[in-house]
């Protein structure tokens, strides 16, 4: 069966379905003599008759019935293919828009670094800015995937927990004050905390409220580097996620045993639901999922 063809197998499957060769020239926009001339190529290849007439009507003889699965399989193969394929081929030459709250450029980077070393054709916009900025931006639909800890409560968004996120109090290596505490403990010292805005900052004030605790003595650093930095040379305490630690030396900074911390949530990644994502987009949302990238 050299000379067998996905063509002749979709022209014996349209008269088939069709149940004539009127209806699978329409169906194909071919000339019924061609259409018939297919038939009995395919025929002559599978060496026996394929379609016999009684009764006014087309009946598939058995080894018309075979062919018919075979083009069923061979067909059906081949359109999944080919969704494969354009799949394959979008990914590769696609773009992808992600937006990250600062604190997720700790985590965010070495994903998209596999990622974008897997599609190295891909075009990559990649904004950070506070809670504040990046929930602005998923407001006006501007970016393809955000990434928060504590997404905006929004029924028309879609919000995946694919991490965890910790928010720990941390003191300079040298501190002499009190450990194995509570918040409250602690207020005489001087805490460095992220603006308004920040969803470190948010998680740390929802806690306070909610256990009647008020910073007596507070610094606003618009920067988790910057935070880290001055807790290390001894400027005071924070609170901040225990991702910003990571590149810190080890004997820099001190994590403190605080009762209720570390504080506990999780990073999403977000999609508006309605924004059809591109198949690069939804690939890199798949792979933070599946955290396989
Ligand atoms: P932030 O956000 O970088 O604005 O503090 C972090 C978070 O949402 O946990």
Same mark, same amino acid.
């Given at each position: 069966m050299n000379n067998l063809t996905f063509r002749l197998l979709e022209v014996f499957q349209e008269v088939v379905d069709g149940g004539s060769v009127t209806a699978a020239s329409h169906s194909l926009a071919l000339s019924q003599p061609t259409v018939s001339l297919q038939l009995k190529?395919?025929?002559?290849?599978?060496?026996?008759?394929?379609?016999?007439?009684?009764?006014?009507?087309?009946?598939?003889?058995?080894?018309?019935?075979?062919?018919?699965l075979c083009a069923q399989e061979v067909l059906t193969s081949q359109?999944?293919?080919?969704?494969?394929?354009?799949?394959?081929q979008g990914i590769e030459t696609g773009s992808l828009k992600l937006a990250a709250v600062t604190t997720a450029k700790y985590i965010i980077p070495p994903m998209l670094s596999a990622f974008c070393k897997a599609h190295p054709n891909i075009d990559v916009h990649f904004t950070?800015?506070?809670?504040?900025?990046?929930?602005?931006?998923?407001k006006q639909n501007r970016d393809d995937i955000y990434i928060f800890s504590q997404p905006p409560e929004d029924e028309s968004i879609q919000a995946s927990a694919?991490? =965890?996120?910790?928010?720990v109090v941390i003191a300079p290596p040298d501190y002499q004050g009190p450990d194995n505490c509570t918040l409250q403990d602690l207020l005489d010292e001087k805490f460095l905390l992220r603006e308004n805005?920040?969803?470190?900052?948010?998680?740390?004030?929802?806690?306070?409220?909610?256990?009647?605790?008020?910073?007596?003595?507070?610094?606003?650093?618009e920067s988790n580097e910057a935070i880290r930095l001055s807790v290390a040379s001894g400027l005071g305490l924070a609170i901040?996620?225990?991702?910003?630690?990571?590149?810190?030396?080890? =004997?820099?900074?001190?994590?403190?045993?605080?009762?209720?911390?570390?504080l506990r949530s999780s990073w999403y990644v977000v999609t508006r639901k309605s924004r059809p994502l591109s198949l690069t987009a939804h690939a890199f949302k798949t792979s933070l999922l599946e955290k396989k990238i």
């Open positions: 190529k395919l025929s002559q290849i599978v060496g026996l008759p394929l379609l016999e007439h009684f009764g006014g009507k087309v009946h598939m003889t058995e080894a018309g019935e075979a062919t018919y359109a999944k293919l080919s969704t494969h394929i354009q799949a394959l950070i800015g506070n809670r504040q900025q990046i929930a602005a931006r998923l694919f991490l =965890d996120n910790q928010l805005g920040s969803g470190t900052r948010k998680a740390i004030d929802e806690y306070c409220l909610k256990n009647n605790i008020t910073f007596n003595d507070l610094m606003i650093i901040l996620s225990k991702h910003t630690l990571a590149q810190a030396a080890p =004997d820099n900074i001190r994590t403190l045993n605080v009762t209720d911390f570390p």
